[in-house]
């Protein structure tokens, strides 16, 4: 059933360049030189040809992927947390989870059974086949991608479908791939550390002719261990190489192919000797292994794309875009965990190998500027389409027996074949066209947009079928040069496929809204910015289960989200740099299934407050040597509406100390969890309480050793 989808695939990537090749011999034969970015004197003055680049800019005048109409960081009217390499390299990222501790308004939870992580935005849940973007396109998030091709990561705070098409409210995270460079580079790196951890990485990138004009980039990464769980051993590895060719001045192609594969043991968390207490686990090894050694988890993701950038005139752009990710999956593991029952812990298992899912995008779009008396206008018309399919493997549930709660002894239990049956999960088509027209009329800016989207999936009974038009709208001042306050109103929509409502109907989509205002400022000659975040974020017509028909859903749920974010990333003097954020949140139920249900209550994984920080100071009394260290905070949480059970939170200390050595030699060693703080990211639970939690990482220690020639 792939093979179709990939066919269709090839013909449109012919189809888009033959329209772009058409386009490029139509040019004037004399084209206007493309301009490289650069840092400007004011926000209107950002001219940024290349969405991607910028990477090396101050924070505020950093180009954005996700913003299509090319506007830097201090120019986009709506909240931005940008990750960049550099920073996870200092914190010596390994996950994820690791990664996103960076971005205000996120919380964590635990990783999907070592396939993928997951995360709430704004109080809502990130889903996972919508509001994750690869290079500004959206991405099937099902293995987490891998962060040897990974420069940078944008989270885009909100409803965003003016730029996405449909998305879970909250906001999107965006990976941005490593580009190749101009000037030769050739780095290796090697790792170990606790609970066995090993890994290796190499990074190459240059020119391929004498000229530079055909560049090349080539990475990739392994690694093995890093479980502080009895009886895991994870595995990742992967490789991804980039083409980029400037084939005219104005006029550049890049293509991309990327694998990676994933192997480890699934483990659940530890059981919960009172389920009324979850630090009651605090009195179990950290480590403790309650599966089975045969339910393990592996995956293998193939991610491929192609872009074609041209300027036609002064003020006149275009771009293709095409990609396509495929993922494999075989999920095994052991659930549901719980209660204890005379020092016995109760297991089951659930089986479900065999899941493929694809999806190809292509985004076609023209952007323009031109002026009408004294306003300015950036304007960008486009169009996307994607298509997601997906095969859900045989699944297969049922009993492990009992295991020892403080001795669980595993391997007694022989493998499980699965007796499911494979079948269709997803089929879908996605269609958007979209306009936007940013205008500038001196210190003041106006951005509107309208979005159509066409949404059907073949698969549901009866199949979804919808329309959808949204419409966005900011206003920004520059108060002067380096300082923005803006307003902005967003909406989104989610299709809840496969949701049926009493008499057999397809139910309509759920709808965000968010009304946000916000400052932005650079500080010390631009090296450091600053930004302060308001919003009111609404999430409507969210499914629950319907009382009164069991095996169908109501339009009641109703959540809000009222909160205030601030950020503070750069450079305070030569040598020392910092990133902080901080969130605080108002998450409530505003309707549940039954009317009065759950009213006031906060809304379930949502936290009230965020924050972590992360410094680094070079020593100028030692050249070569640096210091840094930060702290993680995550607020206590509800496993349900109904908040009757709490999962506390918890803080987290990591430090770390490097040396650059002459001649491209560094040295790095990150001290994780310094208090060996014990603590938990996730819980399941039942009417009776907690069934199990998973503990977050106990003091690990990393070393690693890079060469740069």
């Known amino acids: 059933m792939i093979q179709p989808i990939f066919l269709r695939t090839a013909v449109a990537h012919a189809a888009l360049l033959a329209l772009c090749g058409t386009a490029l011999a139509q040019t004037s034969a004399e084209p206007a030189p493309v301009e490289p970015p650069a840092a400007a004197p004011s926000l209107r003055q950002v001219d940024v040809i290349d969405s991607t680049a910028g990477a090396a800019a101050t924070p505020a005048r950093r180009a954005q992927s996700s913003s299509r109409l090319g506007l830097s960081v201090l120019e986009t009217p709506r909240a931005v947390s940008v990750i960049d390499n550099v920073l996870l390299e200092q914190q010596m990222a390994t996950s994820e989870r690791d990664v996103l501790r960076n971005a205000s308004g996120v919380s964590s939870r635990s990783e999907y059974y070592g396939s993928y992580s997951q995360f709430s935005i704004r109080g809502l849940w990130a889903n996972n086949t919508f509001n994750f973007l690869r290079d500004g396109a959206k991405f099937v998030h099902l293995l987490d991608p891998p962060l040897f091709n990974i420069e940078r990561v944008e989270v885009i705070k909100g409803p965003a479908a003016l730029e996405f098409g449909q998305v879970a409210p909250g906001g999107l995270v965006n990976y941005v791939s490593k580009r190749p460079q101009a000037d030769p580079l050739r780095t290796v790196k090697i790792g170990t550390g606790s609970h066995g951890w090993r890994s290796a990485e190499f990074d190459l990138t240059g020119p391929l002719n004498a000229d530079g004009t055909l560049r090349y980039r080539l990475d990739g990464g392994a690694s093995r261990g890093g479980s502080f769980v009895d009886g895991n051993t994870p595995r990742k590895q992967g490789v991804a190489g980039s083409l980029e060719w400037q084939i005219t001045p104005d006029t550049v192609w890049r293509a991309q192919a990327e694998t990676q594969s994933i192997h480890g043991t699934s483990t659940v968390g530890l059981a919960v000797p009172d389920p009324k207490n979850p630090r009651s686990a605090d009195a179990l090894p950290v480590g403790a292994f309650y599966g089975e050694p045969w339910l393990n988890t592996d995956g293998h993701l193939r991610f491929y794309s192609t872009e074609l950038q041209h300027r036609f005139a002064n003020g006149l752009e275009g771009r293709v875009h095409l990609s396509r990710n495929e993922t494999h999956r075989n999920v095994n593991l052991p659930s549901p965990m719980g209660p204890v029952t005379n020092g016995k812990v109760a297991r089951g298992y659930w089986l479900a190998p065999g899941q493929e899912y694809t999806s190809d995008t292509a985004l076609a779009e023209l952007r323009a500027k031109v002026q009408t008396g004294a306003v300015q206008h950036t304007l960008l018309a486009g169009m996307d389409w994607r298509a997601i399919e997906g095969i859900y493997g045989a699944r297969t549930t049922g009993n492990l027996g009992a295991i020892d709660l403080y001795h669980p002894i595993a391997g007694l239990v022989p493998p499980v074949a699965s007796t499911g049956v494979t079948r269709l999960s997803s089929d879908a088509r996605n269609t958007g066209v979209f306009v936007q027209d940013r205008m500038v009329l001196g210190d003041f800016g106006l951005l509107l947009g309208l979005r159509h989207d066409r949404f059907k999936d073949a698969y549901t009974t009866p199949v979804t079928d919808l329309s959808k038009t949204q419409p966005s709208a900011a206003l920004s001042w520059e108060v002067r040069p380096g300082s923005m306050v803006y307003t902005s109103y967003a909406r989104s929509f989610q299709a809840n496929s496969g949701t049926l409502i009493w008499g057999d109907r397809a139910a309509p989509p759920s709808e965000g809204k968010q009304l946000e205002v916000g400052w932005k400022q650079e500080w010390l000659d631009q090296r450091l910015m600053t930004t302060v975040s308001v919003f009111d974020l609404e999430l409507t017509n969210a499914p629950a289960t319907d009382p009164q028909h069991p095996g169908y859903s109501v339009l009641t749920a109703r959540q809000r989200i009222k909160g205030v974010e601030l950020e503070l990333q750069g450079r305070i003097t030569p040598g020392w740099t910092v990133t902080a954020n901080a969130s605080f949140q108002d998450p409530k139920v505003l309707a549940d299934t039954t009317a009065g249900a759950n009213v006031g209550n906060r809304i379930?994984?949502?936290?009230?407050?965020?924050?972590?920080?992360?410094?680094?100071?070079?020593?100028?009394?030692?050249?070569?040597?640096?210091?840094?260290?930060?702290?993680?905070?995550?607020?206590?949480?509800?496993?349900?509406?109904?908040?009757?059970?709490?999962?506390?939170?918890?803080?987290?200390?990591?430090?770390?100390?490097?040396?650059?050595?002459?001649?491209?030699?560094?040295?790095?060693?990150?001290?994780?969890?310094?208090?060996?703080?014990?603590?938990?990211?996730?819980?399941t639970t039942t009417a009776a309480g907690f069934g199990a939690v998973v503990p977050g990482q106990p003091r690990s220690l990393q070393v690693s050793l890079d060469y740069t020639f």
């Open 604 to 683: 379930a994984l949502a936290t009230r407050r965020n924050a972590s920080l992360w410094t680094q100071y070079h020593l100028p009394q030692l050249p070569g040597l640096w210091v840094g260290g930060g702290l993680v905070h995550q607020g206590d949480k509800f496993t349900a509406n109904d908040n009757k059970w709490r999962l506390p939170g918890y803080t987290v200390v990591d430090l770390a100390v490097g040396y650059q050595f002459a001649g491209g030699v560094r040295l790095q060693a990150n001290l994780k969890n310094a208090g060996n703080r014990r603590y938990y990211l996730d819980g």
